[in-house]
C-alpha cells in the first residue's frame, strides 16, 4: 500500500505544482516504460483559463476499467484483462500505439509494470489479458489468491480543460475468484436502533446514546475481509458522523456490528450502512441499507443505576441476556445481537491447538439458552472488530477466570495496563 501510494504521489503531485519537466512529443522514444511520455503541449499551461493554458482542447478523459467485475482462479491459475480507453496516447494514426498500467492484488500489494496494446490502429483503445498465480508473481502473472480484490491503475497526463490533478489518478479494482456477485459476498440485512441494554428503539431522545445496528452475513466457505460504514444525516442532507469497523468475517457466519451515537438535537435523520472491501477500496460486499428515524426532545426521566449490583462495576454496560451462539473459547453471540469478547482472557484460535478443548469448556460453564451477565470493560470496551469486551459471569462462575484456572487460557498480560478488570484477584494471580 505504500508503494501505490508513494507512486501516485510522486506522479500526481507535480501537476500540482506546474513544474513537471516535460519532453517534446517527437523525443518520447527515449522515455522509459516506467515514465510517462508527457507532450509538451500539455505542460506548458501556467493557469487554468483554456484560452491560455496551452492545453489542447482535443484532449480527453481516459477511462480504466475490467473485462469482468470478477475473474475464476482454477487450480491455482487463470487470466484478468485490463482496458483503457485513451485517445490522447495516438502519436501514429498508422500505428498500434502501447500504453503502461501498474497492477497489484491483495496477496501482492507491489506494483507490476503491464503493457497494454492498442486493438486497432488509432483507436485509443488499449487492452492486454494476462496471468495471475497463487503461488508466486513473475513478468505479466500478478500473484493472487481466491478472494483477492485486484486492482489497476493509471495516471491520465492529457486531460482536457478545466480537469487537473485531481482527475488524473485511475484505479479499477476487480474480485479473484468463483463465488459469485460482490452484492452476494456479505449482505447486510435487519436495520435497527437500540439502547445501550440491546432494547429496540423506535424514537431515540436527544443526549441518549444508541446503538444503530444490523446483521451482515458470509455466505462463503472462506473467510471475507469487510468494512462496515454508518453514514447518519439530517433532513438537510448534512452529514452528522459517519463511522467504521473493519476486520475478517469467518466462512459461513454472521456479524452484529453497531455504530454508538448520540444525537444533539431533535428532528428526523437517516442512517445508510454500507459493507465494502475496506475503507480504501469502496467495492461493495452488499447493496447499501438505510433506516429512516426521528429525535425528539431530551428525556427527563433517566435510568438508575443500582449500586448494590454485585455482578456489575463501572459506568459502561451491563447486559442481562440469554446465549445464543458460542463462537469459540472466549467470544460468544447474546440475544439482541450483541457479539462479546473476554476481557483479558485468550482461548486457542480455531487453527490453534486446545480450539475444541476451550470451546467445550465456555459451553459447558456457559451454555447456549443460558442467562448470563456481561459487564463491559471500562477501559477497553470494544475491540478492532467492534465487538464487546468485558467479564461474563454465568450462574456465579466468571467465565474469565475459570478458562485461566482449568488451563484452556492465556492472559493477556498487554492489556492489563487498561482493563478495568485488572485489579481483580484472578487476574492479579495470572500476571496482571
Known amino acids: 500500500m505504500k508503494t501505490?501510494?508513494?507512486?501516485?504521489?510522486?506522479?500526481?503531485?507535480?501537476?500540482?505544482?506546474?513544474?513537471?519537466?516535460?519532453?517534446?512529443?517527437?523525443?518520447?522514444?527515449?522515455?522509459?516504460?516506467?515514465?510517462?511520455?508527457?507532450?509538451?503541449?500539455?505542460?506548458?499551461?501556467?493557469?487554468?483559463?483554456?484560452?491560455?493554458?496551452?492545453?489542447?482542447?482535443?484532449?480527453t478523459l481516459a477511462e480504466l476499467s475490467w473485462e469482468q467485475a470478477s475473474f475464476p482462479?482454477?487450480?491455482?491459475?487463470?487470466?484478468?484483462?485490463?482496458i483503457?480507453?485513451?485517445?490522447?496516447?495516438?502519436?501514429?494514426?498508422?500505428?498500434?500505439?502501447?500504453?503502461?498500467?501498474?497492477?497489484?492484488s491483495d496477496s501482492d500489494p507491489e506494483l507490476h509494470v503491464i503493457e497494454l496494446q492498442e486493438t486497432e490502429s488509432?483507436?485509443?483503445?488499449?487492452?492486454?489479458?494476462?496471468?495471475?498465480?497463487n503461488s508466486r508473481s513473475a513478468p505479466n502473472v500478478i500473484f493472487a489468491q481466491d478472494g483477492d480484490t485486484m486492482g489497476v491503475m493509471y495516471v491520465d497526463f492529457t486531460m482536457p480543460p478545466g480537469h487537473f490533478s485531481s482527475d488524473s489518478g485511475l484505479i479499477s479494482t476487480t474480485l479473484i475468484g468463483s463465488t459469485g456477485?460482490?452484492?452476494?459476498?456479505?449482505?447486510?440485512?435487519?436495520?435497527?436502533i437500540l439502547d445501550v441494554f440491546g432494547n429496540s428503539i423506535v424514537i431515540p431522545?436527544?443526549?441518549?446514546?444508541?446503538?444503530?445496528?444490523?446483521?451482515?452475513?458470509?455466505?462463503?466457505?472462506r473467510e471475507q475481509k469487510f468494512a462496515y460504514l454508518v453514514m447518519i444525516q439530517n433532513d438537510t442532507g448534512t452529514t452528522e458522523s459517519l463511522s467504521w469497523i473493519d476486520g475478517v468475517l469467518n466462512p459461513e457466519s454472521y456479524f452484529s456490528p453497531s455504530s454508538s451515537w448520540i444525537p444533539q438535537k431533535e428532528g428526523d435523520y437517516v442512517a445508510?450502512?454500507?459493507?465494502?472491501?475496506?475503507?480504501?477500496?469502496?467495492?461493495?460486499?452488499?447493496?447499501?441499507?438505510?433506516?429512516?428515524?426521528?429525535?425528539?426532545?431530551?428525556?427527563?426521566?433517566k435510568t438508575v443505576w443500582n449500586p448494590d449490583d454485585p455482578q456489575c462495576i463501572g459506568d459502561t454496560l451491563c447486559l442481562s441476556e440469554t446465549i445464543v451462539r458460542i463462537v469459540d473459547g472466549d467470544t460468544l453471540y447474546l440475544k439482541g445481537g450483541y457479539e462479546v469478547r473476554l476481557s483479558l482472557t485468550n482461548t486457542p484460535e480455531r487453527y490453534e491447538m486446545g480450539f475444541h478443548n476451550a470451546s467445550q469448556f465456555t459451553a459447558k460453564i456457559c451454555p447456549v439458552t443460558m442467562?448470563?451477565?456481561?459487564?463491559?470493560?471500562?477501559?477497553?470496551?470494544?475491540?478492532?472488530?467492534?465487538?464487546?469486551?468485558?467479564?461474563?459471569t454465568c450462574n456465579g462462575n466468571v467465565l474469565n477466570s475459570e478458562l485461566l484456572y482449568a488451563g484452556h487460557a492465556n492472559i493477556l498480560k498487554q492489556y492489563c495496563s487498561t482493563s478495568e478488570f485488572s485489579d481483580e484477584s484472578w487476574a492479579k494471580e495470572f500476571g496482571c
Open 4 to 59: 501505490r501510494t508513494l507512486l501516485i504521489i510522486g506522479l500526481i503531485l507535480p501537476t500540482l505544482l506546474g513544474i513537471i519537466q516535460y519532453v517534446h512529443a517527437d523525443d518520447c522514444h527515449y522515455v522509459t516504460r516506467y515514465a510517462p511520455c508527457i507532450d509538451s503541449k500539455y505542460f506548458d499551461h501556467v493557469n487554468t483559463d483554456p484560452n491560455s493554458s496551452g492545453i489542447d482542447p482535443k484532449f
Open 73 to 82: 482462479i482454477k487450480n491455482g491459475t487463470g487470466f484478468v484483462t485490463a
Open 84 to 104: 483503457l480507453k485513451d485517445p490522447d496516447l495516438n502519436k501514429d494514426a498508422n500505428y498500434k500505439e502501447t500504453a503502461n498500467v501498474f497492477a497489484y
Open 122 to 133: 488509432d483507436s485509443g483503445m488499449f487492452e492486454r489479458k494476462f496471468g495471475i498465480s
Open 181 to 192: 456477485p460482490p452484492l452476494e459476498r456479505a449482505p447486510a440485512s435487519n436495520a435497527r
Open 205 to 221: 431522545s436527544v443526549g441518549e446514546q444508541i446503538q444503530i445496528t444490523s446483521d451482515i452475513a458470509n455466505q462463503q466457505n
Open 272 to 301: 445508510t450502512m454500507f459493507v465494502w472491501e475496506s475503507v480504501h477500496n469502496p467495492t461493495a460486499l452488499s447493496p447499501p441499507i438505510q433506516i429512516e428515524f426521528s429525535v425528539k426532545k431530551e428525556n427527563t426521566k
Open 371 to 392: 442467562i448470563a451477565v456481561f459487564d463491559q470493560d471500562d477501559g477497553q470496551p470494544y475491540d478492532v472488530y467492534g465487538r464487546l469486551i468485558g467479564k461474563i
